[in-house]
């Protein structure tokens, strides 16, 4: 089993409504975690990290941290076609020391 | 202010033959980590250099090999190149502790033939 595990996608959402993204992780000594927005043939960007229980807001982006469920998830409100990209959920903490355990990425897709 | 920069951008290679990437970090930042990401997949972590040693590895063979100089900088070289080395190699750069992330370079598109 992958220690990151997020669906593939591609999950396709009309412009203006709520993206939510989705990401569970098996290594319960993960405690931090950092979303990545990844355009086609580019480089990750990180756009947000979160590390208590909870929710956590920048601007459109809400990334949400449920430790007892093992579960992080990505809102973005407002979506824009210039959303469109992979987004990728990454795990770090006891067993995997500085490293990012990646999950393969979601696919999101916003139509005008 | 610069971000992490790496070179060739694009390689391509035969089998067998031996191959170094390069990377210099952000400003201000003196961990570098390399991912592998093939097509289709979320990076994989290879390792990480602090203090010019390799500070944490994961699980790629010892054909995998890195160094990183005084001035942060870092290469990867990977020896007696297979055809499943063909993937997206990324550099990542952080402060120490990375609390805050990882900054990713733009990354080398490395194909082997």
């Known amino acids: 089993q992958k220690e990151v595990e997020q669906n593939s996608g591609p999950l396709s959402v009309p412009e203006g409504a709520i993206a939510s993204l989705n990401c569970t992780y098996s290594?319960?000594?993960?405690?931090?975690f950092f979303w990545y927005r990844q355009y086609s043939g580019k480089s990750p960007e990180l756009i947000m990290f979160?590390?208590?229980?909870g929710d956590k807001e920048d601007g459109r982006f809400t990334a949400q941290l449920n430790k007892a469920s093992q579960y992080v998830s990505l809102l973005i409100r407002d979506s824009q076609p210039s959303d469109s990209a992979t987004y990728l959920c990454?795990?770090?903490?006891?067993?995997?020391?500085?490293?990012?355990?990646f999950g393969k990425g979601t696919s999101l897709l916003v139509t005008p | 202010d610069a971000g992490v920069t790496q070179s060739p951008t694009h390689l391509i290679k035969t089998r067998g033959q031996q191959v170094t990437l390069r990377c210099s970090p952000k400003?201000?930042?003196?961990?570098v980590s390399w991912y592998q990401q093939a097509l289709g997949q979320g990076p994989q972590f290879i390792f990480q250099?602090?203090?010019?040693?390799?500070?944490q590895r994961g699980n790629f063979p010892d054909r995998f090999s890195g160094h990183q100089f005084p001035n942060y900088s870092s290469e990867l070289n990977v020896n007696a190149l297979l055809l499943g080395d063909s993937a997206l190699y990324l550099c990542?750069?952080?402060?120490?502790?990375?609390?805050?992330?990882?900054?990713f370079g733009s990354g080398t598109r490395l194909t082997v033939v």
């Open positions: 990454a795990g770090r903490g006891k067993h995997s020391g500085y490293a990012l355990n």
């Open positions: 979160i590390y208590s229980n």
């Open positions: 400003s201000g930042h003196d961990t």
């Open positions: 250099y602090y203090e010019e040693e390799e500070r």
């Open positions: 990542a750069s952080s402060r120490t502790t990375a609390h805050y992330g990882y900054t």
């Open positions: 290594d319960r000594g993960s405690q931090s």
